[in-house]
């Protein structure tokens, strides 16, 4: 029997992404160009969920604030993904009244989300119309946004932590493998986080949760145990600890071999007479 590897049995598919392929002299439409647009984008939200899953990549830390007597919050500029793997870019702090009203009565908690938005932009005729026909555009442009929103509900379909993390000192800054909300990512499961959505994906992100410690008083601090980090964390050089375990080996077995090595045999005293006084005394 040769040592080839022989098949038993095997299993074909397709998947969902599908690349443009053009040729020389090849009459292009529409559909052909927009097929790299979509391939592209679609890649990059497959390996964004799938490395990471939705939340804040970086920034947007929620501050507050009271000004001219009306209560605001202040979130610093940063990156977030959706559940799709959608980025949402803010590139500038915004500052954000809580309540436009200044209510008094306003009931707590209350909850800060970022959500994506899309605006059609460049608008431009798709085709040459004849003169009864109407003039139709389309968008040659589609510019992303963002939207923040301070709501009163506690929202349910969107990214998000539960707000019961108890946070561990640890020397390694990984986040607990056991919380809920990392669990599955984690298990290497290519899941989303976000819940109570009804099977379908979130396009907002949770930032922090509102609270006002003393109803009297109209200040506000921000919880932000309820949102969702997913900074990659950075892997140290595995050579260097390999290169360090080794000297540190060499500098134990330094040591060792001092510590066990003879001690140098103690040094004779000298048998000859000591030196007369008058063999000292210079000559007249």
């Not at 605006?119 to 389309?138: G, I, L």
């Amino acid at each position: 029997m040769s040592g080839a590897n022989v098949t038993i049995n095997s299993a074909k598919g397709m998947s969902t992404l599908v690349r443009p392929r053009f040729g020389p002299g090849m009459l292009l439409q529409h559909e052909d160009l927009e097929q790299l647009n979509v391939y592209t984008r679609e890649l990059n939200r497959l390996m964004f969920r799938s490395l990471f899953g939705c939340g804040v990549v970086c920034g947007l830390v929620v501050t507050t604030e009271q000004k001219c007597g009306q209560g605001r919050i202040t979130v610093e500029a940063g990156l977030a993904l959706t559940c799709d793997g959608d980025p949402i870019y803010v590139p500038k702090d915004q500052s954000v009244a809580i309540d436009e009203k200044c209510d008094p009565k306003l009931t707590t908690p209350l909850w800060v989300v970022l959500c994506g938005t899309v605006k059609c932009c460049a608008p431009r005729t798709s085709m040459c119309p004849s003169d009864d026909e109407e003039t139709t555009s389309v968008c040659t442009r589609e510019r992303e946004g963002w939207e923040i929103r301070v709501v009163s509900e506690e929202p349910k379909c969107v990214c998000r932590c539960k707000p019961d993390i108890v946070f561990k000192e640890t020397t390694c800054k990984c986040v607990d493998p056991e919380l809920p909300c990392y669990k599955d990512h984690y298990g290497g499961k290519c899941s989303c986080e976000c819940h109570d959505c009804g099977g379908s994906c979130c396009d907002c992100v949770l930032l922090a949760r509102l609270e006002r410690p003393d109803p009297a008083k109209p200040d506000w601090i921000a919880d932000h145990r309820v949102r969702r980090f997913v900074r990659p964390v950075l892997m140290r050089d595995p050579q260097v600890e390999i290169e360090h375990k080794k000297r540190e080996e060499d500098k134990k077995a330094v040591a060792l071999a001092k510590s066990t090595a003879p001690a140098p045999a103690a040094t004779p005293a000298s048998s000859k007479p000591p030196k007369s006084k008058s063999s000292m005394t210079p000559p007249r």
